[in-house]
Each structure stands twice: as C-alpha cells, then as structure tokens.
C-alpha cells in the first residue's frame, strides 16, 4: 500500500498542475508584488501571463495537442479487432467507484465506467477471463474495488472474472497481476491518457506481451486549428495531460535509478 506521504505528494502535485490552480497562485503572487510599488510593472506581467494561460490551456487545439501523442501512441483496436483476442486474459486496472446509494452506472466515474463497459464488451465477443485489480484505496476503506468491479462486469457479460483485491496505484495492480499470470499475452483495457505510463510500468514489471487497447479518448484523432469559446473541459483536459507527462517522467525516472 501507499504510504501516506506518498499520497499526499501525488496529490499536491495533481492538485499544482490545474492550469486554474497554477493562474491562482499567480493572481496571489501578483497581488503580493503589487503591494509594493517598486514591482507594479512585474505584477502587471504576472496578471497577463495568468490570464494567457488560461485562455490556452480553454482552447481545445492546445488540449487536443498535449493528449494526442498519450492518447494515441498506440492503435485504437475496435471490437472488430481480432489482435486483443489472441491474449489469455482481458485486464482492466481500477479507477474510481462512489459508493453511494444511487443507480449502479452512476457509481462509477467515466474512466472506470468506459474501461469496464469495454473489457464485458470484449469478454462477450471472445468469452476470455476478465481479471480486475485494486484494493481498498477509496474514501470508505471498506469498499473493495476489485469485487465491485467485479459485480459490475457480471452485469454483462458471463464470462469469468477474477478479482484481485490488490493495489492503489497502477504499479501495485501490475504487481499483483503479475503475481497472478506471469507473462503471458494479456489485453489491458484502461484510459487512452494513462495507457502510455500503464505500459511503461508494466515492462519494468516484467511484463513483455502486452495488447493494449485504449479506451476513454478525450481527444480526437485529427483536428482543425481553431479558436473557441473558453471552456473548462479543456481546462480538465489540460490538467489530465500534464498530470500524465509528469507521471511519465516520474517513471522514466525511476526506471534508470
């Protein structure tokens, strides 16, 4: 398990990397530097970089951009697709569930919501084994990702699926996946953003046949240069690649240690 520190920096960073953070602490810092007099002009600087910043980061082609080379590094493999079916196993690695009383599809976020949905799809195509990871990493303890999954997946399809009540992050699951299969072919359904640092992981794992098949694409695959209104979706959809480019130097990182 995460140790709380460790948490609580991925936190802090995710948090740091909101362009509407990032602008706010910026308006602080002008605001402390047009306190005193000599630093208007800087201030004034201040103010404009935030606002450009912003006014970028609202604009889909600059979204678009940052996502592209995540989303798509590797081939969108449809349910047509026979490439996924030559694996042992369809995986799918946790993200959220709220676990409130409400209709079961609400439980779940559009990253968990879209990665299962995919994997049952798959499962009752071909009637390989699902296989689910994650542990108790959410707001109630009690909660157990893996099997709620789990519950959530027998919805629709009948094929089997294994829960493997283990993880918090995207390494431990690998782990604990690993731990299960060895390496063998296995098609990992998860987010186009986070497919990338998923694969990244996996190898220094020891994982080495790997099907990747991404899911949750928040960009498309061409688009046009033009300006639009500012809009916090692409505000959020800044922040999520950020989030990812820094994940990713994080794990470069600690491979060459």
Known sequence: MESLFIGFVKYTVKLMLSPLVLAFI????????????????VASWLVTSAITWLFISSQYVF????????????????????????AAYLYTPGCYFYDVDTVEV???????????????????????????????????????????AKRFTGYITNSPVIALSEGSNTEEELIALYSF???????????????????????????????????????PPD???????PSISSVEHTHRA???????????WSGKR
Not at 26 to 41: D, G
Not at 63 to 86: C, D, G
Not at 131 to 141: C, K, N, R
Not at 193 to 209: C, D, E, N, P, Y
Request: proline share 5%.
């Open 26 to 41: 910026v308006f602080v810092i002008a605001w402390v530097c047009h306190l005193k007099r000599p630093q208007k002009r």
């Open 63 to 86: 979204s678009n951009y940052l996502l592209r080379p995540l989303e798509y590094a590797y081939p969108v493999l449809t349910l047509q697709s026979t490439r996924w079916q030559e």
């Open 106 to 148: 609400s439980q779940w976020p559009r990253c968990s919501l879209t990665r299962l949905t995919q994997t049952a799809m798959m499962a009752r195509i071909s009637g390989q084994t699902i296989i689910v990871t994650a542990g108790h990493f959410l707001e109630d303890p009690q909660t157990d990702y893996a099997q709620e």
């Open 181 to 219: 299969t060895g390496d063998v072919p296995i098609s990992v359904v998860t987010s186009a953003t986070h497919m990338k640092r998923l694969m990244l992981i996996a190898k220094r794992v020891g994982f080495s046949q790997l099907i990747a098949v991404p899911v949750e694409h928040l960009s």
């Open 223 to 229: 688009f046009d240069i033009v300006l639009n209104m």
């Open 242 to 252: 950020l989030y990812e480019y820094v994940g990713l130097l994080f794990e470069t």
